[in-house]
């Protein structure tokens, strides 16, 4: 977990969570899974997320949206997100076009190395909250939204590092 503080108004600017994860696969495999709609559902079964408008199933390209539809922290909360950056297989990023937070951009990084890729997430976040509330609710949303991306990254890794791979991305 990072947190940046600007020193001349001392006030806490968007949490950002960086999150690396090896896996011992090739990179366009790892990438590909990464932005696959059926994995990500699949990853989130614990929450019932589900694809609801946009690109509902398959990968999801540059420029496309996808509606999520799921139970967060007690609630039934709709989030949509677009991918707004693309360079294939190093990095796509996507960012929150309507939701509950003030603004949300997770950019995926993909590093080929020797033995297969690592898998960098930079997660950065802003509640709508102002003052201590908004405080304690950054510092508890950082945990549960790691969480959420250790979860997803570890399905990733399942499925990347197994034959499962193949009934994702059909191949």
Known sequence: MIFSCNKASNTLLMPTIHLTTFVAAPVDRVFDLARSIDLHRKSMVHTAEEAIAGTTSGLIGLDETVTWKAKHLFKTRIFKSKITA?????VF????????????????HFKRIEN?????????????????????NQLYLTRYMKKLLEIRNKM?????ESEKWKFVLNK
């Open 86 to 90: 693309m360079d294939r297989p190093l």
């Open 116 to 136: 297969g890729t690592l898998l960098i997430d930079l997660f950065h976040f802003e509640t709508p909250y102002g003052g201590l509330g908004k405080l304690v």
């Open 93 to 108: 990023t996507d960012e929150m076009v309507a939701g509950d937070f003030k603004s949300l951009r997770h950019e995926h």
């Open 156 to 160: 990733i890794k399942e499925y990347a």
